[in-house]
């Protein structure tokens, strides 16, 4: 067995890892502000050339599901400790502010739409059921309502002075209260 010196692989994979993740955060920047993403401008702010970025992603779509995935990742870390209000103020905050990323997932077909919400969903099940057992969400409620939940803001979204950040915020506070146990007691 001869003594080599080690391999270059281990350098790449981090360097690998590396650029994608400075892809991921300037991916993040371009979705929650620019209409139209385009992989060049990512590459920009990322400081690495294109054909870095198109190894990684080969479309924006694909860019897109890793954008969401790694915010996903991130909100599975917060489900357990976090209050379920918080983590559903943070979901509802993410589709006001990633406007474009939310446009790229409305152009997938119907089914994939369906299979990310449920991913969605699934995740903040805990948090929901372990509100509603502590009397914080409403006990006639489900978390399959919040499919529901998320459409209605999507269309107040899409639909005019919601698109500012005042009254989105408003309305944001409205469903959280709306989910509040009790509410359905109010006249």
Same mark, same amino acid.
């Given at each position: 067995?001869?003594?080599?010196? =080690?391999?270059s692989a281990v350098p790449r994979r981090v360097d690998a890892r590396r650029n994608r993740e400075a892809i991921l955060r300037a991916a993040d920047e371009v979705f929650s502000e620019e209409a139209d993403v385009a992989l060049d401008e990512v590459a920009r702010?990322?400081?690495?050339?294109?054909?870095?970025?198109?190894?990684?992603f =080969?479309?924006?779509?694909?860019? %897109?599901? %890793?954008? %969401?995935?790694?915010h996903l990742t991130a909100?599975?870390?917060l489900v357990r400790d976090e209050p379920f209000r918080e983590?559903?103020?943070?979901?509802?905050?993410?589709?006001?502010?990633?406007?474009?990323?939310?446009?790229?997932?409305? @152009?997938? =077909?119907?089914?994939?739409?369906?299979?990310y919400?449920?991913?969605?969903?699934a995740l903040l099940r805990p948090a929901f059921e372990r509100a509603q057992r502590e009397g914080g969400v409403r006990a006639d409620l @489900?978390?399959?309502?919040?499919?529901?939940?998320?459409?209605?803001h999507e269309a107040a979204l899409a639909a005019g002075p919601a698109r500012r950040a005042?009254?989105?915020?408003?309305?944001?506070?409205?469903?959280?209260?709306?989910?509040a146990a009790g509410a359905h007691d109010r006249s």
């Open positions: 067995m001869r003594a080599g010196r =080690p391999s702010r990322a400081g690495l050339g294109r054909a870095t970025v198109y190894r990684h =080969p479309d924006r779509t694909a860019l %897109a599901f %890793a954008v %969401a995935a790694h909100l599975k870390g983590l559903l103020w943070r979901v509802l905050a993410m589709q006001a502010r990633r406007r474009p990323l939310v446009r790229v997932f409305r @152009e997938l =077909p119907e089914r994939s739409q369906r299979q919400t449920h991913a969605l969903i @489900e978390p399959a309502d919040l499919a529901l939940l998320f459409e209605m005042e009254p989105a915020e408003r309305l944001v506070r409205v469903f959280l209260d709306g989910l």
